[in-house]
């Protein structure tokens, strides 16, 4: 059975643009949930979804958004970059958005 | 808000010797959950403690839920060189997860 599925892996981009990461989850999980990292600490919580219904949104600037599709894979946009949004972006997807998560390898994000 | 703490940031021990990491929470948590992230890796799901006092055993590691569902514990019994990585703790608050900064094992040479 494929895993939670991320592309792309890495990405540069430069100050200002914006970026589209992207998640397939786990077959048959409704539940999808982003998290930022940065290098040496633990994630972060940027949102969570399902059923295509934003269920929980973290202490993040509106530039971040996210939506979920019908068939339960997700879109997590981010515009007007900053250096500091440089980071491991992952997803993570469950049966119903709680219990243990199953992590996709990520997204690799560098702003320059 | 509420903070999840972890202890140590780092521990160095000689393979098979233990390893243990603690975390704590300001406040009480409906569950806690660990994971595993090997270097250049993602976290994955090691497992979920809900009860309070909770007791639970994964061949050499042990996991502890604190009595007042405010602390945990995992503990590695003889370490091996596959056990290396950053083990976080995670506190569950509605539909996220609360994250420790993780405890990177790190064996000697």
């Known amino acids: 059975d494929a895993g939670v599925t991320q592309s792309p892996t890495h990405l540069i981009k430069t100050r200002g643009q914006q970026v589209t990461l992207r998640c397939s989850p786990i077959?048959?999980?409704?539940?999808v949930s982003w998290y930022q990292q940065v290098l040496g600490q633990g994630p972060q919580f940027i949102f969570q979804?399902?059923?295509?219904?934003?269920?929980g949104r973290g202490n993040f600037p509106d530039r971040f958004s996210a939506r979920q599709f019908p068939n339960y894979s997700s879109e997590l946009n981010v515009n007007a970059l900053l250096l500091g949004d440089s980071a491991l972006y992952l997803c993570?997807?469950?049966?119903?958005?709680?219990?243990?998560?199953?992590f996709g390898s990520g997204t690799r994000l560098t702003v320059v | 808000g509420q903070q999840v703490m972890q202890i140590p940031q780092y521990q160095h021990v000689q393979e098979g010797e233990d390893f243990t990491t603690y975390c704590n929470s300001s406040?009480?948590?409906?569950?806690i959950q660990w994971y595993k992230q090997r270097p250049g890796g993602h976290p994955v799901f090691l497992i979920q403690?809900?009860?309070s006092g909770e007791v639970k055993k994964q061949k050499r590691l042990t996991f502890q839920f604190g009595e007042a569902k405010k602390n945990s514990s995992l503990h590695i019994t003889a370490t091996q060189t596959t056990d290396v990585g950053t083990y976080f703790c995670?506190?569950?608050?509605?539909?996220?997860?609360?994250w420790g900064a993780g405890t990177k094992l790190i064996i000697k040479p």
């Open positions: 995670a506190g569950s608050k509605v539909y996220q997860l609360i």
């Open positions: 406040t009480t948590l409906s569950n």
């Open positions: 403690l809900v009860k």
């Open positions: 077959s048959g999980h409704k539940s």
């Open positions: 979804y399902y059923e295509k219904e934003e269920r």
């Open positions: 993570a997807s469950s049966p119903t958005g709680e219990g243990g998560y199953t």
